[in-house]
Each structure stands twice: as structure tokens, then as C-alpha cells.
């Protein structure tokens, strides 16, 4: 009898896919840019306000507190209410109410330099020094042009810092968005210096081509994979209960089946394929709530608000830039999705509201959430994700109504 012939051809082909598909640098997305606010020069008393708030912060207050366990949100609230037409009173408010849990900046164990600015990544006691050397950088080196610092040190050498920006679930990726959005340097350095102290692990999946390679299969919808992961039952028991803290025991011990739900997505259609990927981002967020409970959980509103950073972005950045940068964010999604214990993601909300954008506007900026930073910036990204790809079906506002609405508060931290 002779041996049974090996199918090499469809092996062929998928290698060939990721060889020239979904890994190449030649692939990019195209989207327009979202308006920038330019608040450093504007002035009015509201785009003045935004300034001063975003200033006082960046003086008073450290970018992680909380035996450096938590980020400091002050300028995403800030920012995204002021995008809501938020009034300069209502700013204040937002400040003061933000100040009470932050904490002084910290002196740093050393300072940091360009020589050893690599050696302290992940070490976030170095938040201080590191703020304070993109700082002198800014001044010494690139005529106070912080985009031209961050060009030097997100996208340039071996190891680029721009593919370690979902560290600390994914902070530093917001952090810098809005310091392109609204033209700020503060934001820009501290974006920069967040990067480096909540840069970790993750990196290397997009920084090694190793980590890419064909899986056991492929689809191009990002939503059908979490369906998928939800069905595996390899990944039952792995956790008694949900936390961020799961994320690093799955990668150390269960990393082969990460990998293989993150390389299954092939990208053949960036663009339209990086819409798909906001909506399974909403989905996530409202669909897996339980009915009755209104508790929206806080781990998982991350994928989205990290989503609305990748669209703000994606314009911005070097073209060769832009599905590592999806398919890193894809692997945030993946690892929070399972450490918060894979919840089913039921029927899509039908009802459509009668309700319009300015409803949303008001509950963002006047509602009894409003100083809720992750309330208001979930509000955000969907309101963005309806103007970049158009609201036909009334889809994005059916969400963005239904959320701001039924939104009692935050659960996922068992």
C-alpha cells in the first residue's frame, strides 16, 4: 500500500498568506483623520480651561498611584468631555471630583538617560525620571516638538516601543491618543513615559515574527473567534474568578492556545476588517452583561476605549505600523476576554431609540455618570466609531443610548 499524500498545497497556501497577507508591512488602513483640538493656542475660555486642567495635572499628580498599581485617568475624562462639549465649570467639576484619589509624584530611585533609558522598562518606580527625561529630550534635542520625540522613540530601532503600548491594559495606548487629538505635549511625555513603565511580555508577540505562524484555522471575522474561544473548553477552570491578574498566569502557562485564537484571525481587508473589530469591541461590552444586572465590567470597557486610541492613531502613525498595531491590540482583547472568564456575548440590542447623538452628549457631560471616566470615554468611542464609519442602521446609537442608560456601574474585579 502506498503512503497517503501529504496535502502541501493548502499548507502552501496559508504560509504563503501570512508571508504576504496579514504580516505585511506593505498592508495599511485608511481612515481619516479625526478632528484635533488645538487647545494650546485657542482662546477661548473652554479650550483654555481644558489647557490649565490637563497643566495642573501633569504638575500635581503622578501617572500611577496606588502602589503603582493604578493609571491616572485625569485627561482622558478632561478630554473626552470637553469633545462632548462639556463647559468649563463642568471641567472643574470633573477635576475636583478626579483629584481626590490621586496621589504627588514620587522621586524616582535614579534618573534615567539616553544612554539607559531601555533599562528600567516595566519598572513604573521610574514614572518621575522617565516623565523628566522625555521632558529634557523635548527641550534639548527636538526644538519642543513632541511629536518628533515620540517619532524617535515609538518607532525606531529593533524592539520599537510602539509594540508595547497594551502593557498595563492598554493605558499607554489611550494616554498617547489623546495627546495626539488634542495637541499636547504634557500628555505626549507622559504617554512616552507610561509606555516604558508598563511596558512588559507582550512586546515580544509582535516584535518576533516567531509568534505569527498559520493556525489551526483562519477566518476574517474577529467576532467569530471570540465565539469560538467562548466554545473552547481547554480554557475552562483555568481561573476560580475574573481579574487583570489572570492575564499574566495565561501567557506563562497557556500560552500555545492564545496564540493559536490570535493568529486565526487573517486579515485579508484591513480597513473594513478593523470596522469589524469595533464592533466586536461594543459587542464585548454591552452584550455581555447579564439582563437586570446594569454592571458593565471594567476590564473588558478596555478593548473598547483601547479601540477608539487604535482609530485615533492609525492616521497618525507610519503606514508599516498599522496592523501590527490592530493585531496587537487583537491580542489585548483575546487575553482580557478569557482572564475575564469568557463571558457569553448575547443577541444584539435591536431596539432602536428615540433618542438622538445630543441625548448621548448630555448624559456624558451632565448625567449622573458624568465624572466617570470610563463611562464617559466608552460613550466616546462609540459616538466615533458611528462618524468614521456611518450610522445607516442606527446601530452605533442604538449602543451608545442603551449604555449610557443602563449603565449602573462597574463589576469584573472578583
Excluded at 468631555?81 to 462639556?86: K, L, R, T, V
Excluded at 469560538?228 to 475574573?242: M, N, P, Q, T, V
Excluded at 502613525?317 to 483575546?334: A, E, G, N
Aim: proline fraction near 5%.
Amino acid at each position: 500500500m502506498s503512503a497517503p499524500m501529504i496535502a502541501w498545497e493548502p499548507l502552501v497556501n496559508r504560509i504563503h498568506k501570512y508571508l504576504t497577507g496579514s504580516n505585511s508591512a506593505a498592508q495599511s488602513i485608511d481612515l481619516v483623520p479625526v478632528e484635533t483640538h488645538d487647545v494650546e493656542t485657542a482662546p477661548d475660555k473652554r479650550p483654555r480651561t481644558l489647557k490649565h486642567l490637563i497643566r495642573a495635572n501633569h504638575v500635581n499628580h503622578s501617572i500611577i498611584y496606588h502602589n503603582l498599581q493604578y493609571h491616572n485617568h485625569m485627561p482622558h475624562i478632561l478630554s473626552s468631555a470637553y469633545a462632548f462639549g462639556a463647559n468649563a465649570d463642568q471641567l472643574h467639576k470633573i477635576y475636583a471630583e478626579e483629584s481626590k484619589q490621586l496621589e504627588p509624584w514620587h522621586d524616582s530611585p535614579a534618573e534615567v538617560t539616553s544612554a539607559d533609558w531601555r533599562d528600567f522598562l516595566g519598572d513604573a518606580r521610574y514614572q518621575r525620571a522617565y516623565v523628566d527625561f522625555f521632558e529634557d529630550e523635548l527641550a534639548l534635542n527636538f526644538n519642543y516638538d513632541w511629536t518628533k520625540v515620540a517619532e524617535e522613540y515609538l518607532f525606531s530601532g529593533k524592539q520599537p516601543l510602539i509594540n508595547g503600548l497594551i502593557g498595563g491594559i492598554g493605558h499607554p495606548l489611550i494616554h498617547l491618543s489623546y495627546a495626539y487629538e488634542f495637541s499636547s505635549k504634557e500628555l505626549g511625555m507622559e504617554a512616552l513615559a507610561m509606555a516604558c513603565t508598563s511596558y512588559n511580555y507582550l512586546h515580544k508577540y509582535l516584535d518576533q515574527p516567531s509568534y505569527t505562524k498559520p493556525s489551526t484555522y483562519s477566518t476574517t471575522s474577529p467576532l467569530e473567534i471570540l465565539h469560538k474561544i467562548a466554545e473552547d473548553k481547554r480554557f475552562d477552570g483555568l481561573f476560580k474568578s475574573r481579574g487583570a491578574e489572570n492575564i499574566k498566569v495565561l501567557f506563562q502557562d497557556h500560552e500555545n492556545l492564545v496564540l493559536e485564537h490570535w493568529n486565526a484571525w487573517e486579515i485579508v481587508d484591513p480597513t473594513k476588517q478593523f470596522r469589524d473589530s469595533q464592533e466586536a469591541a461594543i459587542a464585548l461590552l454591552l452584550r455581555t452583561v447579564k439582563p437586570g444586572t446594569h454592571s458593565y465590567d471594567f476590564f473588558v470597557v478596555h478593548i473598547l476605549t483601547t479601540s477608539h486610541a487604535v482609530r485615533i492613531l492609525l492616521p497618525l502613525i507610519p503606514k508599516k505600523f498599522h496592523i501590527s498595531l490592530v493585531r496587537q491590540w487583537w491580542l489585548l482583547t483575546i487575553a482580557v476576554y478569557i482572564a475575564q472568564l469568557r463571558p457569553a456575548i448575547n443577541d444584539d440590542i435591536e431596539v432602536k431609540p428615540d433618542k438622538q447623538w445630543n441625548y448621548v452628549d448630555q448624559m456624558a457631560v451632565s448625567g449622573p455618570w458624568a465624572t466617570d471616566a470610563h463611562y464617559v470615554k466608552a460613550l466616546r468611542a462609540i459616538k466615533e466609531a458611528a462618524f468614521t464609519w456611518g450610522d445607516v442602521h442606527s446601530r452605533y446609537i442604538t449602543a451608545a443610548v442603551h449604555f449610557a442608560d443602563d449603565f449602573k456601574g462597574w463589576t469584573g474585579f472578583e
